[in-house]
């Protein structure tokens, strides 16, 4: 089952450029503890976001880098201050802090109310939504909603938003390995368990990227918030019955 979740995530990622931090938390906690969910949840993601990330070619990641550097710091420097709180946060509250945030946001963006902001957006807008992605991500290994709203608050392209999360979802997730290397969650026990959801990971990746390859801006976009919407609602589920 564990391998199964694996699969479909990278299905979902391959998709819509995110998720599988989501649906690989969501599923894998349903089958074993929420620490061992999170760990095996970070070399898959690790490993899918270079590929996306990489996917256009280096140079393409790079000017990402350079065009989102303000995000990038404040999420990095979050997400290694709140990965100490996964063994001192109860889980409920954990996946309430992920699921409602997630569902507010799929439902205004689904109800027609969508964010506006300037390409680029101010350096305050920028760093604050990176803030709050990295303190999510820190302790959950979720950091995708927040990014999400920026990138889908500026308008961005099809293939330019699913670079973009590529490289910042990447470079966050080498972040949260380096710190949950340093919490523990990473250890000779649970490394293994995160490799072997690697093959399937990937497999659904591939399968994923064709098929956002065939679909045009506005169904990338719809698909991106259903999405989100089942995710926030699954979390929101999981915390009340936690």
Not at 122 to 139: M, N, Y
Not at 160 to 170: A, D, F, K, P, S
Not at 220 to 231: G, H, K
């Amino acid at each position: 089952m564990c391998l199964a979740v694996g699969l479909f995530a990278g299905v979902v990622k391959g998709l819509v450029g995110f998720a599988m931090p989501m649906m690989m938390i969501s599923g894998l906690g349903a089958l074993v503890s929420p620490e061992l969910a999170l760990a095996g949840l970070i070399v898959p993601t690790l490993l899918t976001n270079g590929w996306q990330a990489l996917r256009q070619g280096p140079r393409a990641a790079w000017a990402s880098i350079r065009k989102f550097w303000r995000f990038l710091v404040a999420g990095g420097v979050m997400l290694l201050l709140s990965a100490q709180l996964v063994r001192v946060l109860p889980v409920p509250v954990m996946l309430a802090a992920i699921g409602v945030p997630i569902t507010i946001f799929a439902l205004s963006q689904m109800a027609g109310r969508q964010l506006r902001l300037a390409a680029p957006p101010s350096a305050r807008i920028e760093a604050g939504i990176g803030a709050f992605a990295g303190f999510i991500g820190g302790f959950s290994g979720v950091w995708g909603p927040p990014t999400v709203a920026l990138l889908t608050a500026m308008n961005t392209p099809k293939q330019e938003q699913m670079r973009v999360q590529g490289v910042i979802y990447g470079l966050g997730a080498v972040a949260l390995l380096g710190a949950h290397i340093t919490s523990g969650v990473i250890s000779r026990a649970t490394l293994p368990f995160s490799v072997m959801l690697v093959v399937p990971a990937l497999i659904g990746m591939g399968i994923g990227l064709r098929l956002q390859d065939r679909i045009d801006q506005a169904q990338f976009r719809r698909a991106t918030m259903v999405v989100l919407l089942l995710a926030g609602l699954n979390l929101i589920r999981r915390a009340m019955f936690a």
